[in-house]
């Protein structure tokens, strides 16, 4: 079975700063990874994803993420905080690409002006 | 592209009653749909996958009967709340894989259910 943790519910980070949002997954084959983005009463809007090759993975709004095996990590950062990026973030895993995802709990992450 | 969405993006009704929400894939063809279900602040919870043309699998703990869902197309799921209950009041959002970018889930925006 698969998991996923996200450590800390709530981020805030002032704007400017670096953005570092923290997930680690469990898997027993190789994942496929996803970092999606809620904000208030919508629904999630896909940041990036790792499926396969290249370990750091670029998304929209400037996001990034590394897949890195021997720590089980996949965590987004981006290096300047917009007080636009102030949402939900959800981290996810599944098995392949037609099976269903494994939510994290969620980050809710702040950006303080 | 992949756009997907859903209708109603916001329903209250009556206590035993029933509420039909609709997801539909805009500019693809889903071949698997999924719904989901998620508390005030918490995360998403799956509650059942809907291929096209075949009946949904439940997850457990989720009742079939109540939670009634149709994949009737590639391009639209429904999710029925048979009966419902102040207890079912959640925020329900489906996503959708496509055969063009099969290892990806798109996401409606969802539907705020409130029931009285």
């Known amino acids: 079975a698969q998991s996923v943790t996200q450590l800390g519910s709530h981020v805030s980070v002032s704007e400017g700063a670096l953005v570092l949002l923290r997930c680690n997954y469990s898997s027993s084959v190789p994942p496929y990874l996803f970092w999606y983005v809620q904000y208030p009463n919508q629904g999630l809007q896909l940041l990036l994803k790792y499926t396969t090759g290249a370990t750091l993975v670029k998304g929209i709004n400037g996001f990034e993420a590394e897949f890195k095996k021997s720590e089980t990590s996949f965590h987004l950062t981006k290096p300047s905080a917009h007080m636009s990026d102030a949402a939900e973030y959800f981290c996810a895993v599944t098995l392949s690409g037609n099976t269903p995802l494994v939510f994290g709990k969620g980050t809710r992450l702040s950006v303080i002006a | 592209g992949a756009v997907v969405s859903q209708h109603p993006s916001r329903v209250i009704c009556k206590s035993g009653t029933s509420v039909k929400i609709e997801c539909r894939s805009l500019?693809?063809?889903?071949?698997?749909m999924f719904w989901y279900r998620q508390f005030p602040k918490k995360s998403l919870m799956l509650m059942a996958t809907?291929?096209?043309?075949?009946?949904?699998?439940?997850e457990q703990g989720v009742e079939k009967d109540k939670f009634l869902i149709n994949h009737a197309s590639l391009t639209l799921s429904t999710l029925t709340v048979t009966s419902a209950h102040p207890e079912d009041s959640s925020f329900y959002i489906c996503?959708?894989?496509?055969?063009?970018?099969?290892?990806?889930?798109?996401f409606g925006p969802g539907t705020r259910l409130t029931v009285l």
């Open positions: 809907s291929n096209e043309g075949s009946k949904a699998t439940y």
């Open positions: 996503s959708a894989i496509g055969t063009s970018s099969p290892d990806t889930q798109y």
């Open positions: 500019d693809f063809q889903a071949t698997t």
